[in-house]
Structure formats: structure tokens, C-alpha cells
């Protein structure tokens, strides 16, 4: 198992931005799909984006395409997912995961497929 530890969560206006940073505890296989997910009150775990780092292959939810933007820093083993277009409906509770999927295949976007996650952070859009 590897641990893994957000930040950057926060509380911004409608159009604002944030960056999440997810930590991981040590080097994760960059065959597996890492990814974020979110979970909004009475609503199901959400998967956001998601990738493979050995592959440089990147992808996202249909929701969130052209507004959120993964990249790595695997000197610090990081993970940041950036956020532009802030709106009330990406409101929630954002977590990181690992040793998802190999190469992302299959249900790369499903919170089963993940057996390593972070504690999560908090992520508030209001005006």
C-alpha cells in the first residue's frame, strides 16, 4: 500500500481556481492509473481525471475536460490536479488514488478499481 496526503483545498468564488496536491508516501508504479476523485454530499464518489504516468496519457471526465488539468512532479512523488472555472456543482470532497488500473484500462474512472487513497480535501464554490 502507499499512503497519500491532499491539500490545496479551499473555498473560492464561481469562475476561481484552485490546485490540488496529492503526496504520495512512495514511488507508485507508473504502469497504474493514478486519479482524483470527488464526492458531494448524498452523491456518489465521482471519478475527475485520471493517469498513467509512464504512459503520459491523461484523461478526464466529461464534466471537468477543458477546465481541470493533471501533471506529476515525480522528483516529489505529487500528483496536482489544477482547477480553472470553478462552479457550485464541483463542490465536494476531492481525493486522490492510486494502484488503479494498469495502463488505465477498463474502469479507470471508478472508485473501485483503486485500492490506495488520501484522506481528501475540501473544496467549497460559492458566492
Known amino acids: 500500500q502507499v499512503e497519500l496526503s491532499e491539500s490545496g483545498g479551499g473555498s473560492v468564488q464561481p469562475g476561481g481556481s484552485l490546485r490540488l496536491s496529492c503526496v504520495a508516501s512512495?514511488?507508485?508504479?507508473?504502469?497504474?492509473?493514478m486519479a482524483w476523485f470527488r464526492q458531494a454530499p448524498n452523491k456518489e464518489r465521482e471519478g475527475v481525471a485520471a493517469?498513467?504516468?509512464?504512459?503520459?496519457?491523461?484523461y478526464y471526465a466529461p464534466t471537468v475536460k477543458g477546465r481541470f488539468t493533471l501533471s506529476q512532479d515525480n522528483a516529489k512523488k505529487t500528483l496536482y490536479l489544477q482547477m480553472n472555472g470553478l462552479t457550485p456543482d464541483d463542490y465536494g470532497m476531492y481525493y486522490c488514488?492510486?494502484?488503479?488500473?494498469?495502463?488505465?484500462?477498463?474502469?479507470?474512472?471508478?472508485?473501485?478499481?483503486?485500492?490506495?487513497w488520501g484522506q481528501g480535501t475540501q473544496v467549497t464554490v460559492s458566492s
Open positions: 488514488a492510486a494502484q488503479g488500473p494498469l495502463f488505465c484500462s477498463g474502469d479507470y474512472l471508478k472508485s473501485s478499481a483503486y485500492s490506495s
Open positions: 512512495r514511488d507508485t508504479s507508473s504502469r497504474r492509473c
Open positions: 493517469v498513467y504516468t509512464d504512459g503520459n496519457v491523461w
